[in-house]
């Protein structure tokens, strides 16, 4: 009834213009996503699992490494220490967007003696290999290497609500911030997962060693902020992991 009031109304003032449907621009705004202004950085995570009698061969081979890292950036390589499949590492890669991941790709397909000496030699080592790409989301403006030696990471997993970080980016954003505050690790990346699980983020922490992860885990759980922090953010999330690391000898992050 309101309806046919309003339309009665604007058609006899003529205003008959008012009563067409808006634009797009006014239909589809929001609250701005944090990928609307995200680093414009493409990061590839590789996650590859080795047969068990394979890492003496795979630690030989790596010597050559320095072939792989002259044609693109590695942000870390690390070996799964706990919390993961036995004989596992992850390694990240930076490009700058993904036609220079493609071109980096190809480059390795026609590089000979990366082929020979390395890549064939390490195909017959693996059992498993898995790989998705990330941004940094707006508020994370890079990826932090503090610089350290001989640290501890922890790769933690989260997969977030349907919905995007529009749903869900603030209240992870003020947890994150919430565990940083308190100064018991180095934050040294948050990534969202672009191609791969979709909702899926990634952050990974560095620690001075076992002992200060679990000194400052047990202080942050009993700071009321970081409480209520993660309570809010838990309510957007529907799966949580972690994984601690250690970096590999030829790793740029230590």
């Not at 213009?17 to 609250?31: D, F, G, M, Q």
């Not at 050559?64 to 890669?93: A, E, P, Q």
């Not at 890549?119 to 403006?141: A, G, H, I, R």
């Amino acid at each position: 009834m309101l309806l046919n009031k309003i339309t009665r109304v604007a058609l006899k003032t003529g205003n008959a213009k008012s009563l067409l449907v808006p634009t797009h621009t006014s239909l589809c705004k929001t609250k701005p996503s944090f990928s609307e202004d995200r680093n414009g950085k493409v990061y590839e995570m590789r996650k590859y699992v080795f047969k068990p009698d394979a890492i003496p061969e795979f630690n030989k081979i790596n010597e050559l490494f320095y072939l792989r890292t002259n044609v693109s950036k590695l942000v870390g390589y690390w070996s799964c220490d706990m919390g993961s499949t036995l004989n596992s590492y992850v390694h990240i890669w930076e490009y700058d967007d993904l036609q220079h991941r493609a071109e980096v790709r190809k480059a390795l397909s026609q590089n000979e003696e990366w082929i020979q000496k390395y890549f064939s030699k390490l195909l017959p080592l693996l059992d498993v290999q898995e790989n998705s790409t990330m941004y940094l989301p707006s508020w994370c403006k890079q990826v932090n290497d503090v610089g350290k030696q001989n640290g501890v990471f922890e790769l933690m997993t989260y997969t977030m609500v349907t919905g995007g970080s529009v749903i869900w980016g603030e209240k992870l954003k003020a947890t994150i911030k919430a565990h940083a505050r308190i100064g018991y690790s180095d934050l040294i990346g948050v990534w969202y997962t672009d191609i791969g699980d979709h909702n899926t983020v990634q952050v990974l922490w560095r620690y001075d060693s076992f002992d200060s992860r679990r000194i400052g885990r047990d202080k942050a759980h009993n700071d009321a902020v970081v409480v209520n922090k993660v309570r809010d953010n838990f309510k957007n999330v529907t799966q949580h992991s972690s994984i601690l690391m250690l970096p590999t000898p030829f790793s740029t992050m230590q």
